[in-house]
Nanobody, 123 residues
Framework: QVQLVESGGGLVQAGASMRLSCTNTERTASRYAMGWFRQAPGKEREFVAAISLSGVIIDYADSVKGRFNISRDNAKNTMYLQMNSLKPEDTATYYC????????????????WGQGTQVIVSS
């Protein structure tokens, strides 16, 4: 019943910036912690970033620290991932996740997943 919809992906050159959005179709979904995962072709899904319900607790994968910024606007039922200094290795399908607690989201055991949005970074 809860649906998460990602948007903002596309094709950019290395060094560019891009912002992804994840919108909840159910307002009650904003009660939960949220996060981002990504999966490149031929690779396993990996954790990118997560944010608690209040936005106070935030965690990033080492590979994106200092370049990516996660935030949320509960009034808009939307979570964002601001990606800066993009690298070709950031190329992947990015998935939005939500769950009960930031720990569950980071572990990939959240209750809901979006369909994903593709990000391609050319060299």
């Amino acid at each position: 019943q809860v649906q998460l919809v990602e948007s903002g992906g596309g094709l950019v050159q290395a060094g560019a910036s891009m912002r992804l959005s994840c919108t909840n179709t159910e307002r009650t979904a904003s009660r939960y912690a949220m996060g981002w995962f990504r999966q490149a072709p031929g690779k396993e899904r990996e954790f990118v970033a997560a944010i608690s319900l209040s936005g106070v607790i935030i965690d990033y994968a080492d590979s994106v620290k200092g370049r990516f910024n996660i935030s949320r606007d509960n009034a808009k039922n939307t979570m964002y991932l601001q990606m800066n200094s993009l690298k070709p290795e950031d190329t992947a399908t990015y998935y939005c996740a939500a769950g009960r607690g930031i720990g569950a989201v980071e572990a990939g055991t959240g209750d809901w997943w979006g369909q994903g949005t593709q990000v391609i970074v050319s060299s």
